[in-house]
């Protein structure tokens, strides 16, 4: 909140529209939704800065984390490969420094004990990610989000992950990686809570479990023809 604060409306409002935030997104789909219009203020700078009071979609958040990931250039998603869209100039939105600290902050939210996203911390795969958890406008339901890249190091690839209305799952068990206090890690069962943390991210990890042997090896397939 203070570094909007100091950045102001206009900066701020500039910086999410460089990441493709605000308006709508040109794609290869037509239904890819629109974000709500909404007045800037004061009070709005405060909430937009940790997410409250404004609205995009799945695809635009998990562009904008691939800008944040990727030295900070910005990128036009797409599903039908297109070479007119591949740019030898590419607009920078940040520095290459600034990009490496995201990715190392992202890291810690899935490797550190504090972190809300241990579930995700998938061995070998490095993963970086952040935590969503909002209420539903005029509802006490929640819409959990989980955006992670991967390896943190150098992302190469953005995984979002969206649950709408999830509920506890009390008898799932949970099984948390080692750490120093448990080197071989520890289960968990009987959580009563809905947060990102406890489904998201689980989600997310099963997923990079899984994908993540196919990308390794079809990116080695494709290292080994150059």
Known sequence: MRIAQ???????KFFLNSLG?????NFDLGEIGTPLPFKWGK????????????????????TAYAILGNGG???EPFLLKN?????????KIISEKTSNIINSIL???????????????????????????????????????????FPASRPKFALLVMLDEPKPAPDYIYEFPPTEKFPKGYKHKGENRSTSGWNT??????????????LAINNLQASNNF
């Open 21 to 25: 935030l605000l308006n709508t997104i």
């Open 43 to 62: 009070c709005k700078l405060a909430t937009t800065s940790y997410g409250h009071g404004i609205t995009t979609t799945p695809l635009q958040l998990a």
């Open 201 to 214: 991210v689980v989600v997310a990890g099963k997923i990079i479990e899984k994908i993540g042997p196919i």
């Open 107 to 149: 890291r810690k939210v899935v490797s550190e004990n504090e972190g809300t996203a241990n579930f995700a911390d998938i061995k070998g795969y490095e993963v970086g990610g952040k935590t969503g958890t909002s209420l539903k406008y005029n509802s006490n339901e929640k819409l959990n989000t989980f955006v992670s890249l």
């Open 73 to 75: 250039y910005k990128i």
């Open 83 to 91: 070479e007119k869209k591949y740019s030898t100039k590419r607009e």
């Open 6 to 12: 100091k950045l102001g409306i206009e900066n701020y």
